[in-house]
Each structure stands twice: as C-alpha cells, then as structure tokens.
T-cell receptor, first 114, second 111 residues
Framework: DTGVSQDPRHKITKRGQNVTFRCDPI?????LYWYRQTLGQGPEFLTY????????KSRLLSDRFSAERPKGSFSTLEIQRTEQGDSAMYLC????????????FGQGTRLTVV | GQQLNQSPQSMFIQEGEDVSMNCTSS?????WLWYKQDPGEGPVLLIA?????ELTSNGRLTAQFGITRKDSFLNISASIPSDVGIYFC???????????FGTGTRLQVTL
C-alpha cells in the first residue's frame, strides 16, 4: 500500500496522559499536514511541514501539542496532558510541493480521552 | 477556524437519482477539491479543480469551479448505494498551503 499511513487507528487514553501518533507519507510527497476533525465537522488545519521544516501552526495547536518531522519523511504528533476536549479524529495528509496541490489523506487516528 | 458553507447539510435520495450539492465561501480560492468520507475513515479525494469556470468529470461525478472563485458545485449522476457518505469541499488559496474545508453534505441513498 503506497498511500498515507497512520498509526494507531484508534487510541483510548485517560485524561492527563500523553499520546503520540505517527504518519507515514506517500514516499515522494514533501508536504505533510495534520488536521483535526470533530464529530459533524469538516477537518480543521493544525500544522504543516515542508520537508522537515514546520512552516505553519494553527491557533488550534495549543502548547500541549507538538509535531515533528525529523528527516522529512514520517511525522509524529504528540499531545501532552490530554483533555477530554482533545477527543477527535486526527488526520494526516500529504502532497507534492508546487504545481497542482492535491492532498491525500490517511485513514486517521481516532482519539478518545476518558 | 473558518469553514466553508455547504448545502444541503443532508440529502436522502433514491438509487438512480441525480444529486447536486454546492459549496460557497466569502473568500476567493485558487483550487477547489471535493472529498468523500466514510465513517471512521479519512477523506478520499474525488475531484480537483484548478481554474475558474473549469468543469471536470470523474465517472458519474462532475464538479465545477465557480466563475467568481468563491463557489464550487458537485453533481453525482445515477446514484448507487455506495455513494453513501459525507462529501466535503475544500478550498486552497495561492498563498496558503492548508485546505479550508466545508461543513459537509451527508448523502443517504435508499433502494
């Protein structure tokens, strides 16, 4: 499978715990995005990498959230001290830089904070 | 954050019927994308539009990039049960790399 891959698919955690999600992009895609989707809403942008550089962060991304893409390939999204309001689907998308910028999404990680 | 307005919010149609949905924005976009999302899955790209006025087809799906660059339309012809899902529009500006998504149109197809 050469699509965007996310792990885990589901995560249940207790409030206050830290969680980390991983995204593996389509191999030649140098842009990587994280989105958050709550029930009944469209995905909302969190942050964006071009290669290993984090170029933009949304105001939705509180200081408990951190994302990395150390070698410009896979990315991780960590949430520290999780809160119930963090419960959502976390989606990763990747695209090629320049030209037509079609973004392809992974299957997402469903986070439930109890 | 900002979300684009999609209408209708939901539709119940019979198999074989045609479907139309639209997406409007107060801002101009340079690219419009249409995605379909099944429950518990990520959005799947259906159609991409890059030029104002462009009309693009993908099988039974046809989408148009509005002339004002503030809207887009998606039509599905001869609907089938596997068309069930939530359809999202998404816009991209030339200066931003992030997609702004619509609020979604939920489609239900009855036999």
């Amino acid at each position: 499978d050469t699509g965007v891959s996310q792990d885990p698919r589901h995560k249940i955690t207790k409030r206050g715990q830290n969680v980390t999600f991983r995204c593996d992009p389509i191999s030649e895609h140098n842009r990587l995005y994280w989105y958050r989707q709550t029930l009944g809403q469209g995905p909302e942008f969190l942050t964006y990498f071009q290669n290993e550089a984090q170029l933009e962060k949304s105001r939705l991304l509180s200081d408990r959230f951190s994302a990395e893409r150390p070698k410009g390939s896979f990315s991780t999204l960590e949430i520290q001290r999780t809160e119930q309001g963090d419960s959502a689907m976390y989606l990763c998308a990747t695209s090629l830089m320049g030209g037509n910028t079609e973004a392809f999404f992974g299957q997402g990680t469903r986070l439930t904070v109890v | 954050g900002q979300q684009l307005n999609q209408s209708p919010q939901s539709m119940f149609i019979q198999e074989g019927e045609d479907v139309s949905m639209n997406c409007t924005s107060s801002s101009i976009f340079n690219t419009w994308l249409w995605y379909k999302q099944d429950p518990g899955e990520g959005p799947v790209l259906l159609i991409a539009l890059y030029k104002a006025g462009e009309l693009t087809s993908n099988g039974r799906l046809t989408a148009q990039f509005g002339i004002t660059r503030k809207d887009s339309f998606l039509n599905i012809s001869a609907s089938i049960p596997s068309d069930v899902g939530i359809y999202f529009c998404a816009g991209l500006t030339g200066t931003a790399s992030k997609l702004t998504f619509g609020t979604g149109t939920r489609l239900q197809v009855t036999l």
